[in-house]
């Protein structure tokens, strides 16, 4: 049985006040391009996952988050071939600013129930069902 390296990833479900979800494409060049994903990405070395997500929040849609006003909804756990990816998907409905894409990538603000329509990563998707339960 080979081992593979665990990858950390944090994610937000970032939730309007009309109850949409906002995702993000990856974009060209990407690994997985074109595959819509909820926003975040890898908790560096020593950062906690909320401190990840406030931080790649910024870079990527230039929003404030406090790390108080994350909780957590669900997670993935999802074997790619080459790594394993853990992913805790953390819910958000307060920031500062509008979110406006940092990294050439598109965004668009579903309901959940229309989430389940879009090309999304294998880690991604099982959670979207976890979103509709929740919402």
Wanted: hydrophobic share 50%.
């Amino acid at each position: 049985m080979s081992k593979r390296v665990i990858v950390l990833v944090a994610a937000a479900a970032l939730i309007d006040a009309d109850g949409r979800v906002l995702v993000a494409k990856r974009p060209e060049g990407k690994i997985m391009a074109g595959l819509w994903e909820f926003p975040g990405g890898k908790i560096a070395k020593g950062e906690t996952p909320e401190a990840a997500l406030v931080r790649e929040l910024a870079e990527e849609l230039a929003i404030e988050v406090c790390e108080t006003c994350l909780y957590p909804l669900s997670f993935a756990s999802h074997a790619y071939e080459e790594f394993h990816l853990l992913m805790p998907l953390y819910g958000c409905r307060k920031w500062e600013g509008i979110p406006m894409p940092q990294e050439d990538q598109a965004i668009r603000w579903l309901h959940p129930n229309a989430l389940s329509a879009l090309a999304m990563p294998p880690a991604d998707a099982p959670l979207v069902q976890a979103l509709r339960d929740y919402l």
